[in-house]
């Protein structure tokens, strides 16, 4: 009986998997061959970044057709090649993809219900109320916290216990920016510089980092929605979501009790929510995602930038050069204003986040059943969609010698030429980044200071062929990035 049903299951379970597997094959798309019962993204966050999983098969399917499909378990999602398509799905036909595919369980995960996440009328709210908090003018404003804490890590870097031959910038450049957007989102000047079990670190260090374990739930809340909100699971740990609301609620408190009012992002949370515009909630998560989106887009972008630097010393010396020329004419100061007309670092930055995009790939859901141009394909309603960045930003269609670290495709006049929609660092669209200015200022910020005080160079520990972590929610050096720094003071 045992055998029998053992014989039963094995073939109840074949034909189930051989049913869910044949989704895209009956759509006509082609689709990346899955395997039972993990899909396709069995190795991803354990032996591979989602990355080279994109770039890998975007290579393979890139000249098939518009789209290729993949599977999360049994669940399909549709991977988009051609940058027609991209700009339909982003901008043009933004009404037949306005949501974007995330797992939310307000009662769970409070935190999870934000402006990248929300959908529908409730994001629109919420896009026009938090609007005039990521201005340039509001970015000014806020200018002197930056500087301050990008002070705060020129000084570490000089402490004489530090070892500047060899050296990870990795968490020293996380550690800046956790202190840089704590400060513009809660208003809390809190040191992890030299203090990796600092409370805040440790709890978005576990956001970005999990453990393996962690990891594999996070794929399973991804491939079985239905199932995780039936067994009421989050997506945050419960540590991280009952830290940050405290956080909120404390810091509210403080400053309503003492009657403080200061230029930067919470305080104009906390003004929404006293005009009733914003629950407390609805602060809480937007403090929450705000810290989390711009301490790790800024601190790798800065990351891999600093690399490339390291490798290329040519570069490093003109873009040092174009600084000390600039500043030479704002006093020595480093200004809002003087960092505003830094075109070379603009350059260098914009090819540091080709080569290695912030979001390696960015997601829409088909919300209205469409119609590809041109073809008999179909992308049916409640489909996630996924935009291979990284495929398209390294793709030899659109920039020559693609693994070349170079400035130049993005100088006035070539920066005309770009293939249109092939270089999309922050999407395209209603819902593009509404953080661009402040996340770019805090990355030129911490690299003028870095490069007006230390020469960056390889050392022993630095790695010649990039590779990735492959449980790190955005794509980071493989054990850190280790280089070395020469004081030019």
């Not at 869910?20 to 759509?27: E, G, I, S």
């Not at 940058?83 to 339909?88: A, D, Q, S, Y």
């Not at 790695?463 to 280790?482: E, I």
Request: charged share 25%.
């Amino acid at each position: 009986m045992i055998i029998y049903l053992l014989i039963v299951t094995v073939f109840v379970s074949y034909v189930y998997f051989k049913k869910k597997y044949a989704y895209w094959k009956d759509l006509g798309f082609p689709y990346v061959e899955p395997s039972i019962p993990m899909g396709n993204l069995a190795s991803v966050g354990f032996k591979e970044h989602l990355s080279d999983f994109i770039q890998r098969e975007y290579e393979n399917f890139k000249d098939k057709g518009p789209a290729f499909g993949i599977y999360l378990l049994t669940k399909p999602a549709l991977v988009l090649t051609n940058l027609e398509l991209i700009h339909n799905v982003t901008t043009k036909c933004f009404e037949s993809f306005h949501e974007k595919d995330f797992y939310i369980n307000e009662k769970a995960d409070p935190l999870m219900v934000n402006l990248f996440t929300s959908i529908g009328q409730e994001w629109k709210d919420l896009r026009k109320k938090l609007n005039p908090l990521f201005t340039a003018g509001r970015t000014k404003m806020m200018f002197p916290i930056l500087t301050q804490t990008a002070d705060k890590m020129i000084e570490y870097l000089r402490q004489p216990d530090i070892n500047r031959e060899s050296i990870e910038m990795k968490e020293i450049f996380s550690s800046f920016t956790t202190e840089v957007v704590a400060n513009a989102a809660f208003g809390l000047d809190i040191k992890c510089l030299g203090h990796p079990d600092n409370e805040f670190r440790k709890a978005t260090r576990f956001t970005f980092e999990p453990p393996k374990w962690y990891n594999f739930k996070i794929f399973l809340i991804f491939s079985m929605p239905k199932v995780a909100k039936f067994f009421n699971m989050a997506q945050n740990p419960q540590f991280v979501i009952d830290f940050f609301t405290k956080t909120v609620c404390d810091n509210i408190e403080y400053r309503e009790k003492n009657n403080i009012q200061r230029d930067d992002f919470f305080q104009m949370l906390m003004n929404m929510k006293n005009d009733g515009a914003m629950t407390f909630n609805e602060v809480a998560a937007n403090s929450f995602i705000f810290l989390i989106a711009g301490l790790e887009t800024s601190a790798s972008a800065m990351t891999f930038c600093t690399y490339e630097l390291a490798l290329n010393q040519d570069i490093q010396n003109r873009l040092r050069n174009e600084i000390e020329t600039i500043l030479k004419k704002h006093n020595g100061e480093v200004t809002y204003n003087a960092m505003m007309e830094m075109k070379y670092l603009d350059m260098v930055i914009s090819e540091t986040l080709r080569m290695y995009p912030i979001f390696e790939v960015q997601t829409r859901k088909c919300t209205k059943e469409f119609e590809i141009p041109d073809t008999d394909l179909v992308i049916p309603v409640g489909m996630p969609i996924v935009i291979p960045v990284v495929g398209m930003h390294n793709d030899e269609k659109y920039f020559v010698n693609p693994n070349k670290f170079d400035p130049e495709r993005f100088n006035d006049e070539n920066i005309k030429k770009l293939v249109p929609h092939s270089y999309i660092p922050f999407s395209e669209g209603p819902r593009n980044c509404i953080g661009i200015s402040f996340g770019q200022m805090q990355m030129k910020l911490g690299l003028v200071k870095l490069l007006t005080n230390f020469r960056v160079l390889p050392c022993s520990k630095t790695l010649t062929l990039m590779k990735f972590k492959p449980n790190y929610s955005f794509q980071a050096p493989l054990d850190g990035m280790w280089i070395k720094i020469e004081s030019l003071k």
